[in-house]
């Protein structure tokens, strides 16, 4: 399940089908669109979860920032039994989408 990333390498592009998510063990990696840098995650986050859940092409891609950058990869079947056996996972995760989704919505709000 672990996956060893070196600096600048790519865990997926935007656009490729996501069958997994990921839990970041060490290191950072950038979420990419294009050429834009959207956001840097440490040890601890999670990404992915979206092309997972809704068996869509992934909407940005993952690149490692730091050498020996290490992710958990985690499938649709275990994902469910985490969420089975871990319900604060479940409101932490669900908490994690709010805030995402405010965020956008702040974003859209400001738009001319």
């Known amino acids: 399940f672990v996956r060893r990333l070196e600096a600048e390498e790519w865990l997926f592009r935007e656009g490729e089908t996501g069958r997994e998510m ?3 063990l060490q290191g950072t990696l950038r979420l990419m669109r294009g050429e834009t ?8 986050a999670y990404f992915g979860e979206m092309s997972m859940l809704l ?5 940005a891609g993952a690149q490692a920032v730091d050498p020996d950058t290490q992710v958990i990869a985690v499938s649709a079947a275990n994902f469910d039994t985490l969420l089975r ?7 932490r995760m669900l908490r994690e989408m ?3 989704v405010r965020t956008m919505n702040d974003r859209l ?4």
């Open 85 to 91: 056996e871990n319900p604060d996972l479940v409101r």
């Open 55 to 59: 068996d869509a092409p992934r909407t």
């Open 98 to 100: 709010a805030e995402r």
């Open 37 to 44: 840098e959207l956001k840097r995650l440490g040890a601890g």
């Open 109 to 112: 709000a400001q738009r001319p």
């Open 22 to 24: 990921f839990v970041i």
